[in-house]
């Protein structure tokens, strides 16, 4: 058993290796998991009773230090509220991805029980492609650990994302593990030379033939000319100051002077980041036109004939009765109540404003997930990084359109780890996408590094410049091809300029999203299906035999 749990904790440590932002060791995750899955075959060729519960517990211990490891930054956001508070709250990203990973897993193990080896295998990855979308959907949502995302830092490698998405990356790691695999288990069985000489061409093969086609592509792609001034300041301000510290108009005064030190008479676009307007009442939409902030923006475009600014703002909008399930009440009487918003707003010269309202909403910080359920987590909740938990939302991703009629599509912090998320909002006309963040209360640890490796992979996906902009964290310029064009230092107070091609054309990713995950998940229900009958079909034979 020691063996077995030694093998399971080698490979969490492959894994983190691995992961970005590490450079260098990406080609680790080919064989990462082939330590777990020895020990889960050790497990199945054991005499151990309940081998269920010995496979998921021996994979959660290398999939928690995996996770944990990985994301350690976590705990950074929550720290303040105290150790006793904020270390069992960390545990639950780090404990829930593998929770479900391990599941996964156990359920490789009970298809083993009623089908051959190399079915189970294939099921294997059905079942991990479903719990990926799972934690991808549902309101506990984290798909931060999503396998695919392993190649952030490796994007001359994935090239053909523009057609899988991530999740083709995911389907490629675990193939390779499974061939490596099989070779393990080929040499140390009396197998023919051939078939050892088979699986070893097929697990060369299966990593070589991707990353040659990617580098080809990468070589041989080239942007249509199509050039947009675009602007990306980091105002370089303590998210803990922005509210109440520092007041708004004196942050806006530091982001409309850096991004003046640099533009130009024809910029199209200043991008500043999540909430970069940041007043304690929000930023009332339905008088916007009214408010100070705005028109310091549009005083500051006034030399600017074709300018816009796309910037982060706490914002609210007020009913005259609860029309969403988000809404609280206004006043005492309770005649009115009001939505608030992490909000992406464009203003430009002209009286038109255009909002959009983060929808992938951060579980715990800005959605407290389960609705009631959870009520009584709020008070923690609250201090997640300063949100209250209680964000309105909408439905759909926006586009926003300049006078002159460029698309850009907005994504608020976490919403850019979502592929398909974004797709959406370039499929409706955005022709480069702009992400705004504050990537502060991570301080500075490999979590702001990870998050901007992501964004190369939207990038790649829908072959559109990405503009990042982020309060403290990186912000950066990313092409079509996923490569960091010119990006800030940590901690620093800047503005950056960059001449972006503008993109209209549609990858096969843009046009059909998440298709493999869908389809993986089907097939993955199936495979509990299969599992499930089988189990009362062998339970049957079992009372007929007694």
């Not at 060369?204 to 990353?211: A, C, E, F, H, Q």
């Not at 580098?215 to 947009?228: A, D, G, K, M, V």
């Not at 600014?309 to 009115?336: C, F, H, M």
């Amino acid at each position: 058993m020691k063996k077995n749990i030694a093998l399971s904790i080698l490979s969490g440590l492959l894994l983190w290796i691995a992961w970005p932002p590490t450079p260098y060791t990406t080609f680790i995750l080919f064989i990462g998991f082939v330590p777990m899955l020895i020990a889960i075959e050790n497990i199945i060729n054991s005499n151990y009773a309940q081998k269920g519960k010995k496979i998921f517990w021996t994979t959660f211990l290398g999939f928690f230090i995996w996770n944990t490891l990985s994301i350690y930054w976590v705990y950074n956001s929550i720290k303040t509220i105290g150790p006793v508070i904020a270390v069992p709250i960390s545990l639950i990203p780090y404990s829930l991805g593998p929770l479900l990973m391990s599941a996964a897993c156990w359920l490789y193990y009970r298809l083993r029980q009623i089908a051959k080896p190399g079915i189970s295998l294939v099921g294997l990855i059905f079942f991990w492609v479903a719990y990926e979308y799972l934690h991808q959907t549902w309101e506990l949502n984290f798909p931060w650990m999503t396998l695919g995302n392993g190649f952030a830092v490796s994007h001359k490698w994935i090239q053909w994302y523009e057609y899988t998405g991530v999740y083709g990356g995911t389907i490629w790691i675990w193939i390779a593990n499974i061939l490596g695999f099989l070779v393990y288990q080929s040499l140390k069985q009396s197998d023919a030379i051939k078939k050892k000489v088979s699986l070893i061409l097929s697990f060369g093969l299966v990593i070589l033939l991707p990353i040659a086609w990617s580098l080809h592509r990468y070589n041989n792609y080239h942007e249509q000319t199509n050039p947009s001034d675009i602007v990306v300041a980091q105002p370089n301000i303590d998210p803990y100051e922005k509210q109440g510290t520092i007041p708004t108009s004196q942050q806006l005064g530091i982001l409309t002077h850096i991004s003046d030190s640099i533009a130009q008479k024809n910029t199209e676009f200043f991008i500043w980041p999540e909430t970069a307007i940041s007043d304690q009442h929000g930023l009332n939409e339905d008088i916007v036109r009214s408010n100070p902030y705005f028109e310091q923006i549009q005083h500051f475009l006034h030399k600017y004939v074709n300018g816009n600014v796309l910037t982060g703002s706490e914002d609210i909008k007020i009913y005259n009765s609860r029309k969403t399930a988000t809404a609280n009440p206004w006043d005492p009487q309770g005649n009115e109540y009001y939505d608030a918003f992490n909000a992406a707003v464009n203003i430009e010269n002209s009286a038109e404003v255009q909002f959009y309202h983060k929808s992938k909403l951060v579980p715990g910080v800005e959605a407290l997930p389960f609705g009631n359920t959870l009520s009584f987590m709020k008070p923690v909740f609250e201090h997640l990084g300063g949100a209250t938990g209680t964000y309105g939302r909408q439905e759909e991703p926006g586009v926003f359109y300049s006078q002159s009629g460029i698309g850009v599509g907005p994504a608020i912090c976490y919403e850019s780890i979502y592929g398909e998320w974004i797709a959406q909002s370039v499929h409706k006309g955005a022709q480069f996408i702009a992400i705004i963040t504050n990537d502060g209360w991570w301080e500075n640890t490999s979590g702001k590094d990870q998050h901007l490796d992501y964004a190369k992979l939207r990038a790649i996906e829908t072959r559109r410049w990405v503009c990042r902009s982020a309060n403290t964290g990186i912000s950066a310029f990313i092409n079509q091809r996923g490569d960091v064009v010119k990006q800030t230092k940590w901690w620093t107070r800047i503005a950056i300029k960059q001449d972006i091609n503008l993109n209209s054309d549609l990858t096969f990713y843009t046009l059909y999203g998440d298709y493999i995950p869908k389809t993986g998940s089907m097939l993955a229900i199936v495979g509990i299906i299969w599992i499930l009958v089988g189990t009362v079909k062998a339970r049957r034979t079992k009372r007929a035999l007694s």
